[in-house]
């Protein structure tokens, strides 16, 4: 009673607090499909690294890479039931609980980095945090990070031309953006997890993929694919998601410290994506077992004529407001 009477004024967070502490912290699971060495793999751990030093090691995120806790199909489904806290997914996985995050997929629809970086902090980016599908599935979205644009690559042959595409098959990563999009090129796609990938390349179940120059190093598919073509003809980039029930639940006084923390990650992620993914592609010209070929400005236009069936086809979908909003940010 008299120890009640004294802390009357505080509230409930800053008493529950107190029950953590180094050698008994609060513990955030953060589990990602992406290796160590990639860029959200890096950004991820320096974001572990923060809270650690800000909070004094009463928060410990705890990191599982390399889809090891859980793959694309799954990190979801796991973030809603809140058997992990906190996800980094491509944003185009999404696409489960609002079709519009495919507008990542829209063929052409970012110019360069500085788009990207304008639309992260737009409105229109916020607008997708506030759907209610996110809330109505006790999840709340908390920051944008950058990955890069895409780039094709075949094992087949090089691909500059429209025809070139045709009747291969491409590894997806989820949506039917993405299907549209082969298809407009007269190619197959079939949706396969990340963690996946490397093997199905390996034994021909597709005969290419597209991915950020960093992540095709880092997953090592130059060990798979013979032909590499930079076209960034679309973007991959990552949202942060956590679990909202067991977010609200972290006492206040450490939850200002891990959002800061993320701030800073974000931040962080920001100046590594460029940069990792400039630093990639001349790794994979050195190796010299991948073909790389650089697209003219005039060869991506033939290509982006090429997709544009994609924009009749999915504008409705994605919401003309999205793709003006974006657009409107050039
Ligand atoms: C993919 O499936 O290609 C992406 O989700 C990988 C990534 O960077 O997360």
């Known amino acids: 009673l008299v120890l009640a009477a004294c802390g009357g004024g505080g509230s409930n967070e800053a008493t529950s607090s107190e029950e953590y ?3 008994n912290p609060l513990i955030i699971k ?14 991820a751990d320096y974001f572990a690294q923060l809270v650690d030093e800000k909070t004094e ?29 906190m996800i980094a997914p491509s944003v185009t996985k999404m696409v489960k609980l609002d079709p519009r995050w495919q507008y990542v997929d829209m063929p052409f629809l970012f110019e360069n980095e500085e788009h990207v970086e304008a639309f992260f902090d737009s409105e229109v980016a916020q607008s997708l945090f506030n759907a209610d599908a996110l809330a109505a599935n006790d999840i709340m979205g908390k920051a944008f990070w950058p990955n890069g644009f ?29 299907e549209a999009q082969f298809q ?14 490397y093997a199905a390349l390996q034994q021909g179940t597709v005969d290419g993929t597209e991915n950020p120059h960093n992540n095709f190093d880092t997953m090592k598919f130059y060990e798979v694919q013979k032909y590499y073509t930079v076209s960034e003809h679309g973007r991959l980039d990552y949202a942060i998601f956590v679990n ?8 206040e006084d450490l939850r200002t410290l891990v959002d800061e923390a993320l701030n800073e990650a974000t931040t962080y992620a920001q100046e590594l994506a460029a ?6 592609l001349e790794k994979i010209k050195a190796l010299g077992t991948v073909e790389v070929y650089e697209m003219s400005q005039e060869e991506r236009d033939v290509l982006k004529e090429a997709m544009q ?18 657009n409107g940010l050039k």
């Open 30 to 43: 953060f589990s990602h499909v992406t290796a160590i060495d990639s860029v959200k793999g890096k950004a």
């Open 275 to 280: 940069e990792e993914n400039a630093k990639s």
């Open 184 to 197: 407009a090129l007269n190619a197959g796609s079939a949706t396969i997890s990340f963690g996946e990938t």
């Open 244 to 251: 909202k029930s067991f977010w609200e639940s972290i006492p």
């Open 57 to 85: 090691g009463k928060v410990k995120v705890e990191v599982y890479p390399s889809s090891q806790l859980y793959g694309d199909a799954d990190e979801l489904d796991a973030l809603m039931s809140g058997n992990v806290h």
């Open 309 to 326: 069936p994609v924009y009749d086809e999915f504008s409705e979908v994605i919401t003309q407001e999205l793709i003006d909003g974006i």
């Open 21 to 23: 502490t180094a050698e």
């Open 150 to 178: 895409k780039n094709f690559s075949s094992n087949k042959n090089q691909l500059v031309k429209p025809e070139d595409f045709a009747g291969q098959k491409f590894r997806a990563q989820a949506g039917k953006v993405l």
